[in-house]
């Protein structure tokens, strides 16, 4: 129905930066909110940062002032702009779309499948 598509991920040195970014497509009415989230090993996925369609934003604590969201709603698309990296943000990075899909009109909630952010000391 409806498909994410993440990029940017890669190795980067600590003190860094890179942008990632998610493109929805597929049968979507609409979309309320778009976001990031983050799973490093061993540990529970976690919320880095997600932004609503009103522009409206929130960031783990973890991330605030280094990371930024945005979100092209033109092109049902949203970033991550991670600046000053450590290597305590190295995690596979998934987005997550919270969709009214067209052809049900219901609420629906999809994930891309990740893109790897590596971060060496």
């Known amino acids: 129905q409806v498909q994410l598509v993440e990029s940017g991920g890669g190795l980067v040195q600590a003190g860094g930066s890179l942008r990632l970014s998610c493109a929805a497509s597929?049968?979507?009415?609409?979309?309320?909110?778009m976001g990031w989230y983050r799973q490093a090993p061993g540990k529970q996925r976690e919320l880095v940062a997600v932004t609503d369609s009103g522009g409206n934003t929130n960031y783990a604590d973890s991330v605030k002032g280094r990371f930024t969201i945005s979100r092209d709603n033109a092109k049902n698309t949203v970033y991550l702009q991670m600046n000053s990296l450590k290597p305590e943000d190295t995690a596979v990075y998934y987005c997550?779309?919270?969709?009214?899909?067209?052809?049900?009109?219901?609420?629906?909630?999809?994930w891309g499948k990740g893109t790897l952010v590596t971060v060496s000391s």
């Open positions: 997550k779309a919270v969709v009214i899909v067209t052809t049900t009109l219901l609420s629906t909630n999809f």
């Open positions: 597929g049968s979507i009415f609409s979309i309320n909110s």
